[in-house]
């Protein structure tokens, strides 16, 4: 077992470059299978769960190569299978792309019911709903869902809640399909304007993607193409909150400010100094820092997979800060390992109370989720004495050689094997 070592109390300064968006990369790879042609996608991020996926479009047999490290060249042209089997997808949520993808081309899927953390309730009743809509007979049968039609039609489509899964799904299947497919009440994440624009550039028509009503008129073919997806606004995000726990200065390259609008609000709010550049922000200390309230929402609110980061950050803040979750019920795991490096935060309900401290001390912790595992690394950066994260594997789920990055920034952190850690302690010792 991997653990990341941190040697907390050491000011961040410096630049770091975000890699390219994990989220939209996990939709954009599957959405490659529509088009019987060769697609190149550039700024591909080098995370856990794109070689989880990757392994299981290889399956299906695509043909996958990387044409440098962060460029993929697929070529779905010889698909032999439309059957994902749970041992290929079970670590990941994103697998049920494959089944819209597959559905959309096809007419047909069987897809294992997706893995991922474990963060919450995450139905997909309004991807069936979807399918349904334009013509498909979705079935779960043995752990598989089962989607079949003769032909897909285009539909109006009103999603019950705003569910990104399901917005690309219903994209995903409704490009090739006969007719126009409106999808009202659709998510707005910048991953899904992603999508779409890849879509487009095969020669999907698909408009209004980045607003609450998405109009697709089905074509009959897509074709190859090169594209570059976006920035990853979550680890943006994270290292900024780095340069901030640290009370560093540090400036976060290769981003979309117009993506961290609902981050850099907050952080200004709480008195951090933001100097917006053209493709990156400066974070710095310019004031001593304010308690706040902060509320997760669905984009363009404040995000969910930003809502460990910030609470790691307001642990160290005087005052009572709020972090209110609203949008997934489980996702304050995390805060019993904060509270065994000394952090003061109590749970109730979908409310997390927060008590400053005037330091977070150096624990052995164990990451819960993605995020979770994010946040551990940044009260573990301003701790006092040595942090040990266990679970690094969720960690690499979303994130770049996080620790290559971050001792570039001047953090004293390295990964180690459990058994090269002891026997370290023992030297010490």
């Not at 009370?247 to 400010?257: A, E, H, Q, R, S």
Request: glycine share 10%.
């Amino acid at each position: 077992m991997e653990q990341l070592i941190i040697n907390g109390g050491k000011r961040l300064n410096g630049t770091v470059s975000v890699s390219g968006a994990k989220n939209a990369a996990l939709a954009i790879i599957p959405a490659s299978i529509l088009c019987k042609d060769v697609c190149i996608i550039e700024n591909v991020p080098c995370v856990n769960d794109i070689s989880v996926l990757l392994d299981a479009m290889i399956e299906l047999g695509v043909k996958v190569n990387y044409i440098d490290e962060h460029t993929i060249r697929i070529d779905a042209r010889k698909i032999n299978t439309i059957r994902v089997n749970y041992e290929h997808i079970n670590k990941i949520r994103a697998s049920y792309y494959l089944l819209g993808a597959l559905l959309g081309r096809f007419n047909e899927a069987e897809v294992a019911l997706p893995g991922g953390c474990n963060i919450g309730n995450r139905p997909i009743d309004q991807h069936i709903k979807g399918f349904e809509a334009l013509g498909a007979e979705v079935s779960i049968e043995h752990g598989m869902i089962n989607a079949k039609t003769d032909k897909l039609v285009g539909s109006n489509i009103y999603l019950d809640v705003v569910s990104v899964g399901a917005t690309i799904n219903i994209v995903l299947a409704a490009v090739l399909a006969e007719g126009l497919t409106v999808i009202e009440n659709a998510a707005k994440e910048p991953h899904i304007v992603d999508v779409a624009n890849f879509l487009n550039s095969m020669g999907a028509d698909i408009k209004g993607s980045g607003t609450d009503t998405i109009k697709i008129h089905g074509v009959k073919k897509l074709h190859g193409t090169q594209y570059m997806m976006i920035p990853d606004q979550i680890e943006a995000g994270t290292y900024m909150v780095a340069g901030v726990i640290t009370g560093g200065d540090v400036t976060v390259t290769n981003l979309i400010p117009k993506h961290m609008e609902a981050i850099s609000a907050k952080l200004k709010e709480m008195g951090v100094g933001i100097e917006e550049l053209d493709e990156g922000i400066r974070v710095f200390m310019k004031e001593p820092l304010k308690s706040l309230h902060v509320k997760t929402l669905p984009y363009p609110g404040f995000p969910t997979d930003m809502q460990p980061q910030i609470t790691a950050l307001l642990a160290t803040i005087k005052g009572t800060s709020l972090m209110t979750e609203g949008v997934w019920e489980n996702r304050f795991q995390y805060t019993d390992e904060l509270n065994r490096m000394g952090a003061n935060i109590k749970v109730e309900g979908s409310t997390a109370f927060i008590t400053g401290v005037n330091g977070l001390t150096g624990a052995e912790v164990t990451s819960t989720d993605l995020r979770a595992g994010a946040a551990l690394v940044l009260a573990g950066l301003a701790a006092e004495g040595q942090t040990v994260i266990n679970h690094t594997d969720y960690i690499d789920r979303g994130y770049e050689h996080i620790e290559i990055k971050l001792q570039k920034l001047g953090a004293n952190i390295y990964r180690a094997t459990a058994a090269e850690n002891k026997k370290e302690l023992f030297k010490v010792m």
